[in-house]
């Protein structure tokens, strides 16, 4: 098991900032490679970004140069930095865990995942 608190959602008007984090139990999580997805009301789970063990980072195409995905091993927390948010980022964030070197964009390929932290962003 490897237990995944989100924090840091919250309100914040459109081209606002948010910057979530997910802290990770384990002694290996510095060989895991994690992700962030997010899930609106009535639609299906979609990859926002995911960061391998050596910091490579990998981004849904439309949070490029919005979003920032990033890690510190030495605080078993793994970050996702988001600006210029638009109301259509509405959504609840889940952090996602895989014991694996390599990077995954679809949810099934994660086995570990926290309860998730809500974004609404206002017009």
């Known amino acids: 098991q490897v237990p995944l608190v989100e924090s840091g959602g919250g309100l914040v008007q459109a081209g606002g900032s948010l910057r979530l984090s997910c802290a990770a139990s384990?002694?290996?999580?510095?060989?895991?490679?994690m992700g962030w997805f997010r899930q609106a009301p009535g639609k299906e789970r979609e990859f926002v970004a995911a960061i391998n063990w050596k910091s490579n980072t990998y981004y849904a195409n439309s949070m490029k140069g919005r979003f920032t995905i990033s890690r510190d091993n030495a605080k078993n927390t793994v970050y996702l930095q988001m600006n210029s948010l638009e109301p259509e980022d509405t959504a609840v964030y889940y952090c996602a865990a895989r014991s694996s070197v390599a990077v995954a964009t679809t949810p099934n390929e994660f086995r570990y995942w926290g309860q998730g932290t809500r974004v609404t962003v206002s017009s």
């Open positions: 384990g002694r290996t999580f510095s060989s895991y490679a």
